[in-house]
């Protein structure tokens, strides 16, 4: 069974610095997607982004890139330029590229909190 | 971009009653919708996986005769809480995929139903 393991509970950040936050992950799949969701106070989920594993260019959304370390079973999520809005939960998903088998596995969460 | 609703988004009921949260994609079809519940500051854990016009699969551990999950329809989902107690009070989130794509690249979730169980 895949795990997804976020190791940092709570960040904090400078509004406009920079924000790096950790995912590791367990596989034995060669073939999978990585996701960075974002839940703020509203408790909707954000997709942030998404990395096809197979793709070895990290995958970026404006303020947001990741870097991908297929080998070390790494993905970490990268904030430029944080704001306030930035402010939530942010989770690290995994799921299988299989057709039928597409379920999400989260990680735990890591709360940022954005400073003015 | 593509729309799940919840509703209701929260509901309060007795221990012993039954409570019913419908997931409903408003403007594609969805042929698979998957069931979330959340714990307060904690994760996202997967219930089951409900397909369109079959029996939905349940996760490990999750009771499928106390959590009733009917996908009748390309764009309902339902989950009834059948006899609920204090321990089934959670945020509980559905998401879609649209049909004839794949769901890592089209995945959509409602905003969540909170229930509190008296």
């Known amino acids: 069974a895949q795990t997804v393991t976020q190791s940092q509970p709570e960040m904090s950040v400078q509004e406009a610095e920079t924000v790096t936050l950790s995912c590791t992950y367990d596989t034995s799949e060669s073939d999978y997607y990585l996701f960075w969701y974002k839940q703020p106070p509203s408790r909707q989920m954000i997709l942030v982004i998404r990395?096809?594993?197979?793709?070895?260019q990290n995958a970026t959304e404006n303020r947001f890139s990741v870097n991908f370390q297929k080998a070390a079973k790494s993905f970490s999520l990268k904030i430029s330029d944080s704001q306030l809005g930035d402010a939530a939960m942010y989770f690290c998903a995994y799921s299988s590229s299989d057709f039928g088998n597409e379920k999400l596995t989260f990680g735990t969460g890591t709360r940022l909190t954005i400073i003015p | 971009g593509a729309v799940v609703s919840q509703h209701p988004s929260r509901v309060i009921c007795k221990s012993g009653t039954s409570v019913k949260i419908e997931c409903r994609s408003l403007d594609f079809q969805a042929t698979t919708m998957f069931w979330y519940r959340q714990f307060p500051k904690k994760s996202l854990m997967l219930m089951a996986t409900s397909n369109e016009g079959s029996k939905a699969t349940y996760e490990q551990g999750v009771e499928k005769d106390k959590f009733l999950i009917n996908h009748a329809s390309l764009t309902l989902s339902t989950l009834t809480v059948t006899s609920a107690h204090p321990e089934d009070s959670s945020f509980y989130i559905c998401s879609a995929t649209t049909a004839g794509t794949r769901f890592q690249e089209t995945q959509y979730f409602g905003p969540g139903t909170r229930l509190l169980v008296l």
């Open positions: 990395q096809e594993a197979y793709k070895q």
